[in-house]
Each structure stands twice: as structure tokens, then as C-alpha cells.
């Protein structure tokens, strides 16, 4: 499924390729270590590696089994990429043989607690465009600007969802009792990629009805979204591009906790503040589900309803440290930024570029 993009500006042609030197990831943890403890804490640098590829390579230099060594999210392959790992101290002799020429251990440090999934605020990213000719410079420059003060889609990127971008349908067919799938670890990846799927519909359908309210004439939003005038009308007072409709779960950001949004000329000017966020369903059970006309965008994309525990997820998030610069006599356009965790940066490129 192609995702709609909420900025209006036509696709720009540069070169750009996941490469180490091209692309950069450098995960930010989400608490300082304290230098103490049982479990070692290793600072890799590791390029044209998956993070799962890294740790069995790890885990075969010394002998640490592989569910004894943790790290908080799974970095890109084709990037040059920088993540903490633990392991038990006791291997720490044992790294001395580690001898990978594409891995490096920068930093090593204690600490009194496995690293865990999601134990990180996210991540640090540089990218390089190349080809650039300098009248795309100048646009990307414009849309940059639109990005750091609207913030962008939380899509999941094309990684969740595998090679052939079918693992959703793969998840929906076990999530149904039709497929058997012994590997737990992927029996999970795909149940996730059928539930990110969903999200990306959902958010995909309500950039579109926001496109429809932002550049239609009141008439013609009215016709295509089949709401009244004065909704209407206050929709597009909202000065947002997202727009936030009554019965929206809400989301303090960058964390904190969900409600439904009463004013909804409050929770628009909040959101446009960067203060809180509408959020979208992770679908399945006990989870909370937005009211009114929200609920109804909602409804669309719960069809199939999975026995497991669904979750919400921010639809929007915001780009931090963004800065740029412009090589003209190289044709090179590079820009670094900050993500939070479970949001991607080729998605961010995938807004830049349409």
C-alpha cells in the first residue's frame, strides 16, 4: 500500500542509497549507566551488519549465549550504525578474541540491569542525498522547514514488513488459525507487521481526509468527506495539516497519558505546540478506542479483530536537532536530526522526497 504524504509538493530526483557512509544511526539510551554492576555494557560500531547478525557473532566469539546478550532495537543493516549491547561480565575477558572487521567496540561501561527492548529515546541519524542540483536544494531546504515546525506521518517503514512486503499476510493468516509457525520470534514479526499494516492504512486514510479539508473548497470537502459545514469549518480553523477530529484519543508527548479529546480548539492548538498528539490503533484487544466521529476512522480498518492485546501508537511525531547543509560543488545535500524510538527516518525521507 503507498502511504499518502501530507505535504503538497511534487516529487524531487536525487541519488540516495542506504550505504555506511551515506547513512548514519547512532541510538541514543534512554538512561546514563552507572558504571557499576553485573552486566557489561558495550558502546559497537558495526557496519553492513543486521543488529541480530552482530550479536551471533558476538555470542560465537565468546561463548555467551545468545538470550544473555540484550540490546534495545534492531539498527539497520545497510548503514553504519552505533548501539549498546550487555552481556554478563563474566564474558569481558572473553572479548579480547572479538576480532570482526565490521565491528568495533567504541565504549565499555557496567551497569546493574539488562538492556532490554525499548530502553532508548531514539535515535541520532545523518543522511546524504546525492546528485543534488541546487534549484532541489532550495525546495528541500523549504520542506525541511515544514517538517521541523509540523513534525511528520509515524508510519512503520517498508523494513516491518520483509523483502517481499507480504510478512502482513503472513500475520493475518496465523492471527486467523490458518498458518502454523514454530520460530516464536517470527511467529511474532509477522503478527506485528499485519498489525503495523493496519496503523499505516488507518493514518494513510486520515492524511487523505485532512488533504481533502486543507486544499478543497468548502463545498468540495464537504462532498468528499460527507461532513457539515461548521465541522467542516472548524476543521480547517485547525492550523495544523493533520486534523484533529472530535473523539480523538490523545497522547502527551513525548510520553505521558491518553485521553479523549473534549475541545477540540484546545487539543488542535496543543498538537500544533508539540505538546500532544492524536494516536492510532496497534489492533486487538483491551486497548482503549477513540469516540465519536474519530471512531469511525477507526472502525474502517477493524474488520478482523485479533485475539491479542492491541496498543496505541502516536500518529505523528516530531523531528529534533535538525540541521542541514548544502555541498553545491559536489551536489550533495546532508542533513542530521533526531528521531524518537519506533519511528523511521525513511520515512522522513519518503515525506522530503515523495
Not at 9 to 25: A, L
Not at 55 to 80: F, H, P, R, W
Not at 219 to 237: F, G, N, Q, V
Amino acid at each position: 500500500m503507498k502511504n499518502q504524504y501530507y505535504l503538497n509538493h511534487s516529487k524531487i530526483d536525487v541519488y540516495f542509497k542506504q550505504s555506511v557512509d551515506d547513512f548514519v544511526v547512532t541510538e541514543v539510551p534512554l538512561y546514563e549507566f552507572s558504571g557499576e554492576g553485573e552486566h557489561l555494557i558495550l558502546t559497537i560500531r558495526k557496519k553492513e551488519l543486521s543488529t541480530w547478525e552482530m550479536v551471533e557473532i558476538i555470542s560465537k566469539t565468546t561463548n555467551c549465549k545468545i538470550q544473555d546478550i540484550g540490546y534495545a532495537g534492531l539498527k539497520d543493516k545497510n548503514a553504519m550504525t552505533v548501539q549498546n549491547i550487555s552481556m554478563p561480565k563474566k564474558y569481558e575477558e572473553s572479548l579480547k578474541e572479538l576480532n570482526h572487521p565490521k565491528i568495533k567496540i567504541l565504549n565499555s561501561t557496567y551497569h546493574n540491569n539488562k538492556i532490554k527492548i525499548g530502553h532508548l529515546k531514539g535515535n541520532k541519524f545523518f543522511i546524504r542525498f546525492k546528485k543534488v542540483f541546487p534549484n532541489d536544494a532550495f525546495k528541500i531546504e523549504n520542506i525541511l522547514k515544514d517538517i521541523s515546525k509540523y513534525g511528520m506521518a509515524n508510519y512503520f517503514g517498508f523494513q516491518r514488513f520483509g523483502v517481499e512486503q507480504n510478512n502482513y499476510l503472513l500475520g493475518l493468516e496465523i492471527l486467523k488459525g490458518n498458518k502454523k509457525e514454530k520460530n516464536p520470534k517470527l511467529k511474532q514479526m509477522y503478527i506485528n507487521a499485519y498489525q503495523s499494516f493496519i496503523f499505516n492504512k488507518w493514518l494513510s486514510n486520515r492524511i487523505e481526509l485532512s488533504k481533502y479539508i486543507n486544499y478543497f473548497s468548502l463545498a468540495d470537502a464537504m462532498m468528499l468527506t460527507k461532513m457539515d459545514k461548521d465541522t467542516i469549518k472548524e476543521l480547517k480553523s485547525q492550523e495544523h495539516p493533520f486534523k484533529i477530529l472530535k473523539g480523538e484519543l490523545m497522547g502527551h508527548y513525548p510520553f505521558g497519558k491518553i485521553f479523549i479529546a473534549q475541545d477540540l480548539k484546545s487539543e488542535a492548538e496543543k498538537f500544533y505546540i508539540k505538546d500532544r498528539v492524536p494516536t492510532g490503533l496497534l489492533v486487538g484487544k483491551k486497548v482503549k478506542l477513540s469516540e465519536d466521529m474519530a471512531a469511525n476512522y477507526e472502525k474502517e480498518i477493524m474488520e478482523f479483530v485479533p485475539n491479542i492485546d492491541g496498543a496505541r501508537r502516536y500518529a505523528w511525531v516530531f523531528v529534533d536537532e535538525l540541521e542541514s547543509n548544502y555541498k553545491e560543488d559536489k551536489k550533495w545535500f546532508e542533513m542530521s536530526f533526531f528521531l524518537p524510538k519506533g519511528s523511521y527516518a525513511t520515512e522522513l525521507i519518503a515525506e522530503i522526497l515523495h
